[in-house]
């Protein structure tokens, strides 16, 4: 911890926190699949966040020091929003096909964080960075419109779905900006990660067990929910914690932005694990939100 700590605000933290936005991003991508893949969106959700809170909780209790005071009430503010958060998100993927409505999630989440690290953060950017964020959102809206032009599935409920999406992104946007104050705020970043996953993942499954019980009683096979379950968790502690230690190194902006080519990373999977096509002009659009994405790291 002292060694990671002591990389804050330096060449070797920047280099670290790009490192840790851009695992993020693909750790991201495979998340949201597995919550998009199989299973009803909100169990798969339950699961998971099941899993990440059962393996976390001993390491908050035991291992890390005991959260500061003044980080309780940080930790009820973080709940509320993680849960506004999977609740829009758990919405958006029942209304709308994986890669429509994921491109409008993660295009919208970028700017506004980013605009909300300049007013809680006081980070600035420069006119080629801002040059680079435009270009990363043509490619991901782009990639958005695309889809609905041309996608077939889930047609009568996009126009909700993709009203969710933005709903989604907001919150994307406004958990990354909080939750980097909230790693920011303790002493000990390891601390805010294990509490914050064992807090988080033991809060919504309850929830989604009483209010989604039909589903549940549903289930035919729990021990392929439960494999999911656990490789969801384990991708989300990766994920997740990840992008935190990244805003807590960096600037939260760039992390916000580089985390979005998570977009490109979704494709493939779409296109891999589910069966939905991609093809050249997505592609090409693809190509936007890598470029950038580079845009922004290579010119701050």
Not at 38 to 54: E, F, K, N, T, V
Not at 186 to 191: I, K, R, S, V, Y
Not at 211 to 220: E, M, P
Not at 237 to 253: P, Y
Request: glycine letters at 10%; hydrophobic letters at 55%.
């Amino acid at each position: 911890m002292d060694w990671l700590t002591g990389l804050e605000g330096t060449p070797a933290g920047h280099n670290l926190a790009l490192v840790l936005a851009l695992t993020a991003a693909i750790l991201h991508a495979i998340f949201g699949a597995l919550q998009k893949g199989r299973h009803d969106p909100w169990i798969s959700r339950m699961a998971m966040d099941l899993s990440y809170g059962l393996i976390a909780l001993p390491f908050a209790l035991f291992v890390v020091p005991w959260p500061e005071p003044h980080m309780w009430p940080i930790f009820g503010g973080a709940m509320v929003i993680h849960l506004c958060y999977k609740l829009a998100q758990g919405f958006t993927y029942v209304k709308g096909a994986y890669t429509v409505v994921y491109p409008v999630v993660r295009g919208t989440g970028p700017l506004f964080a980013v605009i909300g690290a300049m007013i809680v953060f006081d980070e600035s950017y420069s006119a080629l960075q801002w040059v680079g964020i435009g270009v990363l959102l043509t490619g991901i809206f782009g990639l958005a419109v695309y889809n609905f032009i041309f996608l077939t599935v889930q047609r009568d409920t996009l126009v909700p779905a993709l009203a969710l999406a933005v709903l989604t992104g907001l919150f994307v946007a406004l958990y990354t900006t909080y939750d980097a104050y909230g790693i920011r705020a303790t002493a000990n970043p390891f601390t805010f990660l294990m509490w914050f996953f064992a807090l988080d993942g033991l809060l919504f499954p309850p929830l989604v067990a009483i209010f989604h019980r039909r589903a549940v009683a549903r289930i035919d096979d729990w021990p392929a929910l439960a494999r999911r379950g656990i490789t969801g968790g384990l991708v989300a502690l990766g994920s997740f914690g990840s992008i935190m230690m990244a805003t807590r190194l960096d600037k939260v902006g760039e992390a916000a932005v580089l985390r979005e080519t998570s977009t490109v990373f979704a494709a493939l999977i779409g296109w891999i694990m589910l069966g939905e096509k991609v093809g050249p002009r997505r592609l090409v659009l693809m190509a936007l939100i890598a470029l950038g994405a580079v845009i922004v790291e290579f010119s701050g």
